[in-house]
């Protein structure tokens, strides 16, 4: 296992957003949740207000599930240019999933994909990345609340 931590956080935040700013994007997309706090990050390093979420789910804690639940879907409509970012493309289905939803509600969309970590078996790879993954990444945001009852 890898821990992830803060400090190499900035630095990929950083360049990162040093390759995103070339492609101009009019929003960024963070997948729910993995994709949250890079999502925020990129958006600040990149002084972009336009910052939306979309949720999927694909694994419940470590088990990858059946099917694949895209929901919560902003309105792209008035926009060309979509930055989608995630912590991780681990088989890459999520996000070839959340892509085709996407294409088929705004088929006029320009998709780039960024992510921290991508997997070389994945079936997508991103457009952006920072790291490869060989082994289970623990982030720096994971961490277990205590279950009050």
């Not at 931590?5 to 700013?21: C, G, R, T, W």
């Not at 390093?45 to 694994?59: E, P």
């Not at 792209?76 to 996000?95: A, F, H, N, Q, R």
């Not at 070389?120 to 609340?145: G, H, N, S, V």
């Amino acid at each position: 296992m890898k821990f992830y931590s803060y400090d190499e956080f900035k630095i990929d935040v950083n360049m990162l957003a040093k390759e995103i700013k070339v492609y101009e994007p009019e929003v960024i997309l963070a997948i729910a949740r993995g994709g949250m706090t890079l999502g925020h990050f990129l958006a600040e390093a990149l002084d972009m207000r336009d910052l939306y979420s979309i949720n999927s789910i694909h694994y419940e804690e470590t088990r990858k599930l059946d099917t694949i639940d895209i929901f919560n879907v902003p309105d792209l409509s008035k926009v060309k240019k979509v930055v989608i970012v995630d912590d991780i493309i681990d088989s890459g289905e999520t996000m070839i999933e959340i892509k085709k939803v996407l294409m088929k509600k705004y088929p006029h969309l320009d998709l780039k994909v960024a992510s921290i970590y991508y997997k070389e078996k994945a079936l997508l790879r991103p457009d952006f990345m920072a790291r490869e993954a060989t082994e289970w990444i623990e982030f720096f945001w994971d961490f277990q609340i205590d279950n009050y009852k």
